[in-house]
């Protein structure tokens, strides 16, 4: 086979008198087995001839489509016609990334272009490109071996030059990692792992990666792939904008029916439910949808061996679906269970350490981890982290704006401050009293909505409130949330109540837990405030966490978080107060849509005054403590278990 080819040229052109009716260029190897009409064959087929997978490798050698029967279907799909895009969500192991690598050396061989590699970071993305791309996809195969130069000097900690094409890595936390080449298939690994972007303005590393791909318009490839996370996660938001989400359908080695297998197929004994038993005697099984024929794992591997993609809306064979359609997007969800590498028991003991029943006190995190880890699915907590039960638990007998009085003569408290919510059409408020100490015990003494900012102004300033040995307090400072439409009243009150009322506004990520800002004029207008105001910005993060953390202290330890008796306290006060939800992947407090939380709010900016104030250095006075044997004589009265410590025990300890 002849591969030198003739260039003819305009003689003018050439230099040096040269000549002629044209010369001969020689290609270099690489390109000559590029530029070979070759047979096209399937990745998968491919990857059976051609693919080695390296030492690191959980099954090192030759690939065999056998081993994981869900991935070829991935792997040709992703080299249908028309096919540019695939987003992956799988379960961790499922070997996904072997996958990506696989297709990658496909493309090296068979559809070469510059190539790029995101991971989430910079160390991960150095580790990759040794491991996985030098010693895991390229020395180990002879075919992709022969595009190597030889020369160490291709190799870089980000970069491999191949002898037709390289292959970048850049990682998703700086984007001038991202900038300037043209990229022919980039892959996005762990997608869920990227950081979030911050702001508007700035750009995320997946629509900064894929403007490379805009030089190879028809012939790019672009591989998203995650474990999933949150529903907001990148993966799962990639899935939803795929025009197709193909689904694998397992076939009964029994009856020969297809089904996807879902979790609640899976068996165990009614009698156990001991988790290391279950996984040591391999008690898990699946149950046949169609017949009931139970599956013990090696059924499970036959019957994914005998499996296929489908669209799980017309119930058309991908491949099918593929030609028909030609989707542009495509995407798959990949369940741990279809793994030979997963037992059926694994499954069933990872279910049951996430349930609070058979789960230790880490349950919800093994629930998260069912969830994403093994059904492959995103994690909603919509659970509440705080117990309902536990909050009205923390009930005492005191009535509604009663101050806890002192003990033995001890006052406790060392003063009054409220948060204020503000909503359109009424102010959600709480008056919180703290006892003395870093351990900050706190009251509720009143809890409401005002309808009017002079009910709430009588509320807060137009009286005092008392224990139950007629001791006076009143609310020292009001933290009032003064974003909203109604900040120009509440701009008004503030320069009418100096020193007691602090305009507030929420904000995350500020680098102190509060803030001051010099307002000069009212919103949106040339008018000036007389005097001004200054507006206290609140990093919500810290104080939210500081609530929380109060709400856990057990009632009747230090720190503990009171409420006044149970049937004066507004009557969604304990569910208000479960709604927000910390989110770790996103490491912030989370509001599901369409709860309430005025209440958790106001809490939060009252522990912000008491904190502006730094009430927890407050010394308690120091007070003659009656002669011992009075102490002793006196009953507990009335007024000791309506205000007292610990109410209600007092009686019965
Ligand atoms: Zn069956």
């Not at 701009?491 to 990520?509: F, S």
Request: proline share 7%; hydrophobic share 35%.
């Amino acid at each position: 086979m002849k591969v030198a080819c003739k260039v003819v040229i305009d003689p003018k052109w050439v230099p040096g008198g040269h000549v002629g009716d044209g010369f001969t260029i020689k290609p270099c190897k690489a390109e000559r087995k590029v530029l070979r009409k070759r047979k096209r064959i399937k990745p998968s087929e491919w990857a059976e001839k051609h693919r080695v997978l390296g030492q690191e490798s959980a099954l090192p050698g030759p690939w065999r489509n056998d081993t994981a029967p869900y991935v070829t279907g991935i792997l040709d799909a992703a080299y249908a016609p028309g096919v540019k895009e695939v987003d992956w969500c799988a379960a961790p192991q499922v070997g996904k990334t072997e996958a990506v690598n696989t297709l990658l050396g496909y493309s090296i061989d068979r559809d070469p272009g510059p190539a790029m590699l995101v991971y989430p970071d910079q160390a991960t993305a150095k580790h990759n490109i040794v491991k996985r791309i030098r010693k895991g996809l390229l020395e180990p195969s002879p075919r992709l071996s022969t595009y190597l130069t030889g020369s160490e000097d291709d190799f870089s900690s980000n970069r491999i030059n191949l002898q037709h094409m390289a292959i970048y890595t850049a990682w998703a936390k700086s984007p001038s990692s991202l900038a300037n080449k043209p990229i022919k298939i980039i892959i996005f690994d762990e997608v869920d792992k990227y950081p979030k972007v911050s702001s508007k303005k700035e750009t995320g590393p997946i629509p900064l990666g894929e403007k490379r791909l805009r030089t190879y318009k028809w012939s790019s490839k672009n591989f998203k792939i995650s474990s999933p996370t949150i529903p907001g996660g990148e993966i799962w938001q990639a899935l939803l904008g795929a025009q197709v989400v193909f689904q694998y359908y397992v076939r009964c080695p029994h009856c020969g029916s297809y089904q996807r297998m879902h979790f609640k197929q899976f068996r165990m004994p009614e009698d156990v439910r001991d988790t290391e038993r279950i996984e040591a005697e391999l008690l898990g099984w699946y149950e046949c949808e169609n017949m009931g024929c139970r599956w013990d794992d090696h059924d499970r591997d036959k019957a994914v061996q005998l499996g296929e993609y489908r669209d799980p809306v017309s119930g058309v064979e991908m491949f099918a679906y593929l030609k028909v359609h030609r989707p542009r997007r495509i995407g798959f969800q990949t369940p741990a269970w279809l793994s030979r590498f997963v037992t059926l028991s694994e499954v069933v003991s990872a279910f049951l350490k996430g349930t609070k029943e058979h789960g230790g006190s880490d349950w919800k995190e093994m629930a998260k981890d069912f969830k994403n880890g093994y059904e492959a699915e995103p994690w909603e907590d919509f659970h509440v982290q705080r117990d309902e039960d536990k909050i009205e638990a923390m009930c005492d007998e005191r009535p509604r704006m009663m101050v806890p009085g002192p003990i033995d003569g001890l006052p406790r408290i060392a003063g009054l401050v409220a948060g204020v919510d503000t909503q359109d059409k009424s102010l959600p408020y709480v008056i919180v009293a703290f006892g003395y100490g870093k351990a900050e015990e706190s009251w509720r003494v009143r809890t409401g909505y005002a309808l009017t900012i002079s009910d709430l102004e009588e509320i807060l300033w137009g009286q005092t409130y008392k224990d139950a040995e007629g001791n006076e307090h009143r609310v020292e400072l009001v933290f009032w949330d003064a974003m909203g439409h109604r900040t120009k009243e509440i701009y008004t009150v503030a320069t009418q109540r100096r020193g007691r009322m602090l305009p507030i506004r929420g904000r995350v990520n500020i680098n102190a837990p509060l803030t001051f800002s010099d307002i000069e004029y009212f919103p949106k207008s040339k008018i000036k405030i007389p005097g001004g105001v200054k507006l206290v910005n609140i990093d919500t993060k810290f104080f939210k966490d500081d609530l929380s953390t109060a709400l856990s202290v057990e009632p009747g330890d230090p720190g503990g978080f009171h409420l006044y008796n149970k049937d004066e306290m507004p009557h969604d006060y304990a569910a208000q107060m479960c709604a927000e939800f910390f989110d770790d992947e996103l490491q912030a407090w989370m509001q599901p849509s369409g709860r309430k939380v005025d209440y958790w709010d106001c809490e939060v900016y009252a522990r912000a005054a008491w904190y502006h104030l730094g009430g927890s250095n407050r010394e308690p006075p120091k007070i003659q403590r009656k002669p011992k044997e009075q102490i002793k004589q006196k009953q507990p009265t009335q007024s000791d278990i309506l205000g007292g410590w610990r109410p209600g025990w007092f009686g019965t300890r």
